[in-house]
């Protein structure tokens, strides 16, 4: 049956109502909780370095997000999928967010060129000059060639994503199916560039908050959970916009469902890296390499591990496995939240360990959790300007790719 009819009848545009009301919470809830950050940050005796921690984590968490849906975008092209074309234009305004994530990276890299190693430890000349291995890793791990990566990094996302954004929004008017081969015959030289930009990133931003450690393998950790991040998001905000009363017709169960299964499947991606990297780790035991988990397994940090362990890939591998639970969608939005979660934690896991390397003598023991609301605040602040640009981003666009060839195919999609 053709359902290009109930796409036709449907609400495909964010309604500007809607979208204003978006855009106010997201902008007041963003400047709300970047400016209590800030105070926050200021009234610790180390006034910037618990700050630089928590907030690397909250803009650690939203950039995954972006990330994951730059994938989302290019593979679709790379497969020249059919069945995800409907979805694909909330991923490519995810993906657009790259500019804004660059320029919420500015309060970590700023104070990094003005002289200020409270975040990366190094930056410090001295420490560098009196540590062996750090005076080896000084050619990578410099001041200088950390910002130029970062702008590498940044100005490849953000034309990555401006590219097939652009395209699939000069389709709706022309439909021209060139404007499809276009973006297909770029997306496989821009997954390499993907590939290598997102490796060095996740080592430059994460692994070398404690440089001495070091895994070839963190990478591909750190691009399972963008993966795992950008579906649960893309979950949740196709269900939002069709309890709103958008897209009801464009975006329906047989979506949902292969949504889930990806989402399963990166989740289970996740679990095999991260036991992957530990396994292999753990038995080579190599005193440069073994630290970085004996660190995580004292005091509270141990409780985080088995969070991860069980809430991150045992209790959602057997809650999401079950067709029943990807094809409900009450069930799948609570397992989207849940990993969302499971994620931040991740990534708490991954960066607030070496806070206390970086405080005065005494002032975080070892095996504390610096858990707090600097934490809250940060991830309050980053979400919501996240929120409110996304929303400026979609407004006045159609929801859905509407000149695409195969929008057909992906409104009659049936799973098997």
């Given at each position: 049956?053709?359902?290009?009819?109930?796409?036709?009848?449907?609400?495909?545009?964010?309604?500007?109502?809607?979208?204003?009301?978006?855009?106010?919470?997201?902008?007041?809830?963003?400047?709300?909780?970047?400016?209590?950050?800030?105070?926050?940050?200021?009234?610790?005796?180390?006034?910037?370095?618990?700050?630089?921690?928590?907030?690397?984590?909250?803009?650690?968490?939203?950039?995954?997000?972006?990330?994951?849906?730059?994938?989302?975008?290019?593979?679709?092209?790379?497969?020249?999928?059919?069945?995800?074309?409907?979805?694909?234009?909330?991923?490519?305004?995810?993906?657009?967010?790259?500019?804004?994530?660059?320029?919420?990276?500015?309060?970590?890299?700023?104070?990094?060129?003005?002289?200020?190693?409270?975040?990366?430890?190094?930056?410090?000349?001295?420490?560098?000059?009196?540590?062996?291995?750090?005076?080896?890793?000084?050619?990578?791990?410099?001041?200088?060639?950390?910002?130029?990566?970062?702008?590498?990094?940044?100005?490849?996302?953000?034309?990555?994503?401006?590219?097939?954004?652009?395209?699939?929004?000069?389709?709706?008017?022309?439909?021209?199916?060139?404007?499809?081969?276009?973006?297909?015959?770029?997306?496989?030289?821009?997954?390499?560039?993907?590939?290598?930009?997102?490796?060095?990133?996740?080592?430059?931003?994460?692994?070398?908050?404690?440089?001495?450690?070091?895994?070839?393998?963190?990478?591909?950790?750190?691009?399972?959970?963008?993966?795992?991040?950008?579906?649960?998001?893309?979950?949740?905000?196709?269900?939002?916009?069709?309890?709103?009363?958008?897209?009801?017709?464009?975006?329906?169960?047989?979506?949902?469902?292969?949504?889930?299964?990806?989402?399963?499947?990166?989740?289970?991606?996740?679990?095999?890296?991260?036991?992957?990297?530990?396994?292999?780790?753990?038995?080579?035991?190599?005193?440069?390499?073994?630290?970085?988990?004996?660190?995580?397994?004292?005091?509270?940090w141990i409780t985080v591990a088995l969070l991860l362990i069980f809430g991150h890939f045992i209790i959602?591998?057997?809650?999401?496995?079950?067709?029943?639970?990807?094809?409900?969608?009450?069930?799948?939005?609570?397992?989207?939240?849940?990993?969302?979660?499971?994620?931040?934690?991740?990534?708490?896991?991954?960066?607030?360990?070496?806070?206390?390397?970086?405080?005065?003598?005494?002032?975080?023991?070892?095996?504390?959790?610096?858990?707090g609301l600097l934490d809250v605040a940060c991830f309050v602040g980053v979400g919501g300007m996240y929120?409110?640009?996304?929303?400026?981003?979609?407004?006045?666009?159609?929801?859905?790719p509407w000149g695409d060839p195969r929008l057909n195919e992906s409104l009659n999609f049936e799973n098997?």
């Open positions: 049956m053709d359902k290009m009819h109930l796409l036709e009848e449907s609400v495909t545009e964010l309604p500007p109502p809607l979208g204003g009301r978006v855009k106010a919470i997201g902008f007041g809830v963003g400047i709300l909780g970047l400016a209590s950050a800030s105070v926050l940050g200021y009234l610790q005796e180390d006034h910037y370095t618990r700050f630089s921690f928590s907030y690397l984590i909250a803009w650690a968490f939203f950039l995954s997000i972006t990330l994951g849906a730059l994938f989302f975008v290019t593979l679709q092209h790379v497969t020249r999928a059919g069945w995800s074309v409907v979805v694909r234009r909330l991923a490519e305004g995810l993906s657009s967010q790259a500019l804004l994530m660059a320029l919420l990276s500015l309060p970590l890299i700023v104070p990094l060129a003005m002289g200020n190693h409270a975040l990366f430890s190094w930056a410090d000349h001295g420490a560098v000059e009196a540590d062996h291995m750090l005076h080896h890793k000084a050619p990578y791990l410099n001041v200088g060639f950390f910002i130029a990566r970062c702008v590498v990094y940044f100005v490849a996302w953000i034309l990555m994503a401006r590219f097939f954004f652009k395209n699939s929004l000069r389709q709706d008017g022309s439909k021209d199916p060139a404007l499809t081969l276009r973006s297909e015959r770029g997306s496989a030289p821009l997954m390499f560039v993907y590939a290598i930009t997102v490796t060095f990133a996740a080592i430059d931003f994460l692994m070398s908050l404690e440089p001495h450690w070091f895994s070839t393998i963190f990478g591909v950790y750190f691009f399972a959970g963008c993966l795992v991040s950008f579906f649960a998001t893309l979950i949740l905000t196709g269900l939002w916009l069709n309890s709103q009363g958008v897209l009801r017709g464009a975006i329906h169960v047989e979506h949902y469902h292969d949504l889930g299964k990806l989402l399963f499947a990166f989740n289970f991606f996740w679990g095999y890296i991260a036991f992957s990297q530990f396994m292999l780790i753990w038995y080579a035991n190599i005193p440069e390499e073994t630290f970085w988990y004996l660190t995580r397994q004292e005091g509270g959602p591998f057997v809650g999401l496995i079950s067709r029943h639970a990807k094809r409900r969608t009450k069930i799948l939005a609570f397992w989207a939240i849940w990993l969302l979660a499971m994620h931040w934690v991740d990534l708490f896991y991954l960066a607030a360990p070496a806070l206390a390397s970086r405080l005065k003598d005494g002032a975080l023991a070892a095996g504390t959790l610096p858990l929120l409110a640009f996304f929303a400026v981003t979609m407004q006045k666009k159609r929801l859905v098997a």
